[in-house]
Nanobody, 126 residues
Framework: QVQLVESGGGLVQAGGSLRLSCAAS????????MGWFRQAPGKEREFVAA????????YYTDSVKGRFTISRDNAKNTVYLQMNSLKPEDTAVYYC???????????????????WGQGTQVTASS
């Protein structure tokens, strides 16, 4: 069982930056692929970024490439999402998610993830 708690959301002007954190509790955090998803009002939850348990592989949706960076610290059971050059279209509730994948690899599909946080609101104003 893994519990996830996000923090770091807030209101920024377009072009600004935020750093989201996701603290995980439970065993074997280092064997979980970690992902970030987001959901804007009236839209489906969409994939943003993911990182393998070794941090050797990362993957981003096209719209955030070059602006967002996912990272993790297995010693602290924490995954991060650094968001730079924020745009109004990045406004959404951001969710952290975990997928147990001890043999490595990376997960990009929402239905692959086993555990979810409660979400944190990110608003980029124009």
């Amino acid at each position: 069982q893994v519990q996830l708690v996000e923090s770091g959301g807030g209101l920024v002007q377009a072009g600004g930056s935020l750093r989201l954190s996701c603290a995980a509790s439970g065993r074997s955090f280092s064997r979980y692929v970690m992902g970030w998803f987001r959901q804007a009002p009236g839209k489906e939850r969409e994939f943003v970024a993911a990182i393998s348990w070794s941090a050797g592989s990362t993957y981003y949706t096209d719209s955030v490439k070059g602006r967002f960076t996912i990272s993790r610290d297995n010693a602290k059971n924490t995954v991060y999402l650094q968001m730079n050059s924020l745009k109004p279209e990045d406004t959404a509730v951001y969710y952290c998610a975990a997928h147990y994948r001890p043999l490595g690899g990376i997960s990009r599909e929402r239905n692959q993830y086993d555990y979810w946080g409660q979400g944190t609101q990110v608003t980029a104003s124009s």
